[in-house]
């Protein structure tokens, strides 16, 4: 009877144990986490160079994300904080000053309200008196009226208004007024502009002797006239005005 050998197995050749200790296991891991990506990475390359896009190259070289649009429109040139859309940089669209806004109102409104009755003008200077002479023409007689041309004549060197009544008074040597000032004849006129060198006019009006019984006035020594809305006044030396009737009146001087 024939025997069957039993083979006992050999035991595992060093080939099949693992190779080093754990640091040796550890390392092969790295390489392994290492060398995968790589591939991959250079599969997708390979893959995208066959599809015709590329990616931009920043600065080195290398490609890379695209920051958000609305990250970077949220940063100032400068790096500070967000541009206002309202102002920009450098401030060419800031607001107006709103004290200068409110004084230019307050200007404009009062010279809309200005009483016209007393001098007030609009657009150039009003004429003070001293930017202004004044002269007298002789008597214009005509159907027992007596008229007068008094005229004002702009001795500066820029334009000025005039518009209203002026005053007109008669005069003694002594500073007594003779009668009373004249009375306003008329309505009142249009503005009148007096460039340098020009002229602007009034009519004084009084009546001829004998036509009433009231008889006439002193003869004066100076005419004192003061201009629309002025306070100080222009004196002439005349003796012309020859005042009859109590009837003493002025024009308004304007265009």
């Known amino acids: ?41 250079s599969i997708a390359l390979a893959a995208g160079g066959c599809g015709g896009t590329s990616a931009s190259a920043g600065p080195s070289g290398a490609t890379g994300s695209v920051p958000d649009a609305s990250a970077r429109d949220s940063e100032s040139p400068s790096g500070g904080g967000p541009t206002s859309p309202a102002t920009g ?70 334009a000025c208004a005039l518009r ?32 340098p060198g020009r002229t602007a006019e009034v009519t004084l009006h009084t009546l001829n002797q004998g036509i009433k019984d009231s008889g006439c006035w002193s003869p004066p020594d100076y005419l004192r006239v003061y201009p629309p809305g002025s306070k100080d006044a222009l004196t002439l030396r005349t003796s012309l005005l020859h005042i009859c009737g109590d009837r003493f009146m002025t024009t308004a001087v304007g265009g």
């Open 164 to 195: 209203g009544f002026p005053g007109v008074s008669l005069i003694k040597r002594d500073g007594s007024m003779i009668g009373v000032p004249a009375e306003r004849d008329g309505a009142m006129r249009e503005q009148a502009v007096i460039d």
């Open 1 to 41: 009877m024939s025997s069957l050998s039993r083979t006992t197995p050999e035991p595992f050749a060093p080939s099949h144990r693992p190779w080093g200790g754990p640091a040796a296991q550890r390392a092969r891991r790295l390489r392994r986490c290492v060398v995968v990506p790589v591939a991959i990475a």
């Open 89 to 158: 940089t450098g401030g060419a669209g800031e607001p107006a000053d709103q004290d200068e806004v409110g004084s230019a109102a307050a200007s404009a409104s009062a010279s809309a309200s200005a009483s016209p009755g007393s001098g007030a003008v609009s657009g150039a200077r009003r004429c003070t008196a001293d930017s202004l002479t004044m002269r007298l023409g002789r008597a214009d007689a005509g159907a027992g009226q007596i008229y007068y041309r008094l005229t004002f004549v702009n001795k500066s060197s820029t």
